[in-house]
């Protein structure tokens, strides 16, 4: 994939860039890094707002060794993606106002200066739209646009950085098709703390949990259900998803209070079950619950609406009922055709990119 080096991309980037698709095979699409042409890149320092930001080409930046984010671990990221509609011609973007105002939240908790909502979606837009041939055919999967906010200036002592860098890069992205997730509940590590950073995307909230998540899947389950971690009794949510549970029409989801992460998905999903005519409960979820689920399914812009198929407790495995009449798949079914503007937006959460 020689020709798909950020460097050689971009400096073919004047034939390549007026045409309607990257030369790159898209039946291949996986969820690889797959360097892209152009990053947006803004910076500020502390006590400062940010103000001017630039598209630069795609590639390695530039840190002090004793920037806030390589050191003390300030920093966030956020996820969302840019579907092609079945034209081919315009892009969509689902509800990237959201992500703004979770950064802005994360941002606060870390003592940061963040982009304003309109700074942030303007920003994704023009970096959509500089990669644009990126964006993967319909049906062939989305362009993965990740958001960054971290502590790029120098500072030994414990303390907020005095500079920081908001950086966009895009990636594209296969379907997530990783199939059915098997889950095992984790009863000694935790993911979150009430006070702690589990409830924004801080950038630390996911290597404490790569151990036990590589000793599940080298064990055969594809990811890990964590408890909350003052009674060990309650479900919160998997590694990098939120998870639903469904007993007859009404469908529950652990309550967010600092904890959980507060996806857009999750979000989105719980509007969607009421407008179907569920109840929707968002509460207290103990484990023994999900014994009694008819269906489990876990949510996020990575998996989007992913059924699970069993969940391991105490060497307990709990199977649930896979199929097309899954109340998962109706829901999966509105939620992708909002995002690729197949079904009206009476929601009014796309937006165009143009
Ligand atoms: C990002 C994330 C999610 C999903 O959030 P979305 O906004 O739906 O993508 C869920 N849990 C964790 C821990 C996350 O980091």
Redesign the pocket.
């Known amino acids: 994939m020689a020709q798909t080096s950020g460097q050689t991309t971009f400096q073919t980037k004047g034939n390549s860039g007026a045409e309607k698709y990257a030369n790159f095979n898209w039946d291949e699409l996986g969820f690889d890094l797959v360097p892209t042409d152009y990053m947006y890149v803004m910076k500020c320092c502390e006590e400062e707002n940010f103000s001017h930001g630039n598209l630069v080409p795609y590639g390695n930046i530039e840190m002090s060794p004793s920037a806030g984010i390589l050191n003390y671990g300030q920093g966030l990221f956020e996820?969302l993606k840019a579907y092609r509609k079945e034209d081919g011609c315009d892009v969509l973007l689902f509800r990237p106002e959201q992500?703004a105002q979770?950064m802005k939240r994360g941002a606060e908790r870390l003592c940061m200066p963040s982009p304003s909502v309109e700074q942030f979606v303007e920003a994704v837009k023009q970096t959509v739209l500089a990669n644009k041939h990126w964006v993967p055919p319909p049906g062939k999967g989305s362009l993965y646009i990740r958001p960054l906010l971290f502590g790029s200036g120098p500072h030994l002592g414990v303390g907020p950085a005095p500079e920081y860098t908001f950086l966009i890069y895009v990636v594209p992205v296969g379907n997530y098709h990783k199939g059915l997730l098997n889950l095992v509940v984790e009863d000694k590590f935790h993911?979150a703390t009430p006070g702690g950073t589990?409830g924004i995307?801080a950038v630390t909230?996911y290597s404490p949990v790569y151990k036990v998540v590589t000793q599940a899947k080298a064990k055969g389950f594809s990811d890990v259900l964590f408890l909350d971690a003052l009674t060990g009794k309650n479900i919160e949510?998997?590694?990098?998803?939120?998870i639903f549970i469904v007993k007859g029409n009404v469908i529950s989801t652990p309550a967010t209070h600092g904890t959980i992460?507060p996806?857009?998905?999750?979000k989105s999903i719980i509007e969607i079950a009421l407008s179907f005519g569920y109840q929707v409960e968002e509460r207290v979820i103990p484990v023994e619950d999900l014994l009694e689920a008819d269906e489990l399914f876990c949510?996020?812009?990575?998996v989007v609406v992913t059924p699970v198929t069993s969940v391991t407790c105490h060497n307990k495995r709990v199977e649930y009922k896979i199929g097309v009449e899954m109340v998962s798949q109706k829901i999966h079914v509105m939620l992708t055709g909002i995002q690729t503007g197949r079904i009206e937006d009476k929601m009014g959460w796309t937006v165009e990119v143009d």
């Open positions: 996820g992500n979770r993911r589990g995307k909230n949510e998997v590694s990098a998803c939120n992460l996806g857009i998905t999750r949510t996020g812009t990575a």
